[in-house]
């Protein structure tokens, strides 16, 4: 993974965009992602151009489990700059 890392029992990443318009968009895209997943990341949309994106998996006391890689990953290979 280049842009998620691992910080306790969670997976981290920071994507930038040139707007708030693209970065909103990107949203959307992490949001069908997760509703296909069926694994659901905690989402925040900041400075108007830069959304951080964790996840972890509740249901295990907040440990990582080989969904949040896979999210981590599809998610990975959706940013586009």
């Known amino acids: ?3 998620f ?4 029992n969670v997976l981290l990443a920071t994507f ?5 318009l693209k970065a ?15 694994h659901h990341p905690d989402i925040h ?3 108007y151009k830069y ?3 964790s996840t972890t998996t509740h249901d295990t006391w ?7 890689y896979i999210l981590a990953e599809r998610i990975e290979s959706s940013y586009k700059k």
């Open 51 to 53: 959304v951080t994106i």
């Open 5 to 8: 890392k691992e910080d306790k």
């Open 16 to 20: 930038e965009f040139q707007n708030f």
């Open 45 to 47: 949309l900041h400075n």
């Open 62 to 68: 907040n440990n990582l489990t080989e969904k949040d």
């Open 24 to 38: 909103l968009d990107f949203v959307n895209i992490v949001w069908n992602i997760a509703e296909i997943s069926h």
């Open 1 to 3: 993974m280049k842009y």
